[in-house]
């Protein structure tokens, strides 16, 4: 049974960072693709970003380029997501998601597994 299980969310000012973690349940080179979604109320859910776990080629929505990090440590199985200059508008219920379909571009897969969310809120 996969599990996903994240961590690391919480409350900051805006400005601050926080670093979320998502432990799966085997090898994450089981996955083709993992990735970090968020939803904030009365929104969709939205990738925020995203890697190929093997090929690596990370994507990374718009809004948080240049803030936002995702990163793999293969011997923990672990995905992290580092938050830098966190802004009120990330403030969402953030996801770990995982994939063994392959895609053209990660965004476009079909995440068919998910992880609880841990929450993130920033405020002003």
């Known amino acids: 049974q996969v599990q996903l299980v994240e961590s690391g969310g919480g409350s900051v000012q805006a400005g601050g960072s926080l670093r979320l973690s998502c432990v799966a349940s085997?090898?994450?080179?089981?996955?083709?693709?993992m990735g970090w979604y968020r939803q904030a109320p009365g929104k969709e859910r939205e990738v925020v970003a995203c890697?190929?776990?093997?090929?690596?080629?990370?994507y990374y929505a718009d809004s948080v380029k240049g803030r936002f990090t995702i990163s793999q440590e293969n011997a923990k199985d672990t995905l992290n997501l580092q938050m830098n200059s966190l802004k009120p508008e990330d403030t969402a219920m953030y996801y770990c998601?995982?994939?063994?379909?392959?895609?053209?571009?990660?965004?476009?897969?079909?995440?068919?597994?998910w992880g609880q969310g841990t929450q993130v809120t920033v405020s002003s």
């Open positions: 085997g090898s994450i080179y089981n996955y083709y693709y």
């Open positions: 998601a995982a994939t063994y379909a392959a895609a053209d571009y990660c965004y476009r897969a079909s995440f068919n597994f």
């Open positions: 890697i190929a776990i093997v090929a690596g080629r990370p």
